[in-house]
């Protein structure tokens, strides 16, 4: 599937793919620009992944656009930068791979290619990426069958989702985010079974992370529904226990 560029996403993919090269570096949009752009919902985030450095990268995108360096955020510990173009959001990071320990959702990170990054990504549906130049310019690369997902609506992990969520339980609440962000959008069963085996896992998450996906989920299409998958799920009794508490009263 070949994707419709816009005349401005196009002035933007050139120029990082310029700047890309002049580094010797392969660069791919992946993520929810790809997931949406399918779905023909507007969207103003581009995630990049690159074969080299992220932040290196940004930094000569950033010079391309002819902006000071302070518009320019480096994000050290995660190997991240972003850079605001006009009313864009562009985020720059380098393929990796990722290793978890039992105690954190803080990753070991090490280099990696398309592939390796495409599988650390929390839903099929999220793994969607497309390339900036070559033969097969903006045609979708999707190794999960994310298409077919998008198709049918259905949230699932690429990988195993216990394993998934015992890796970075955040992404239990990012599936329910999405339940509640996307029309007609349902987790896939054996997901949302693990979401409930594993819903302890959250508390190792910082709260600042957790409010951050409960605010997408209150502004929401649903969010009903999001806050009643919370409950079955057994999610809502960790982040506020509170509100367990109060039910004997």
Excluded at 57 to 86: D, H, Q, W
Aim: hydrophobic share 40%; proline share 5%.
């Amino acid at each position: 599937m070949k994707l419709h560029i816009e005349p401005l996403e196009k002035k933007i993919f050139d120029l990082v793919d310029r700047a890309a090269k002049k580094l010797g570096q392969d660069v791919f949009v992946i993520g929810g620009f790809v997931r949406d752009r399918v779905l023909e919902i507007p969207c103003k985030d581009i995630d990049f992944v690159t074969s080299g450095d992220g932040p290196a990268l940004a930094e000569a995108v950033n010079a391309e656009l002819g902006n000071p360096p302070n518009n320019l955020s480096i994000f050290k510990t995660f190997g991240t930068a972003m850079i605001r173009y006009e009313d864009w959001e562009l985020e720059f990071v380098g393929a990796r791979k990722e290793s978890y320990s039992q105690d954190s959702r803080k990753p070991s990170v090490s280099q990696g290619s398309l592939e390796d990054d495409q599988l650390r990504r929390d839903f099929t549906i999220n793994a969607l990426a497309f390339a900036l130049s070559g033969e097969h310019v903006y045609e979708v690369i999707d190794p999960f069958d994310g298409l077919t997902d998008l198709q049918s609506k259905r949230i699932v992990t690429p990988l195993d989702p216990e394993r998934t969520f015992s890796d970075d339980p955040l992404r239990m609440l990012r599936a329910i985010r999405f339940a509640s962000q996307l029309t007609g959008f349902r987790i896939d069963p054996v997901t949302l079974a693990a979401i409930r085996s594993m819903c302890d896992r959250i508390s190792i998450v910082s709260m600042e992370r957790i409010t951050y996906e409960l605010n997408k989920i209150i502004c929401s299409k649903i969010p009903s529904q999001g806050f009643l998958l919370l409950e079955q799920r057994g999610l809502l009794k960790i982040i506020f226990p509170e509100l367990e508490a109060m039910k004997g009263v």
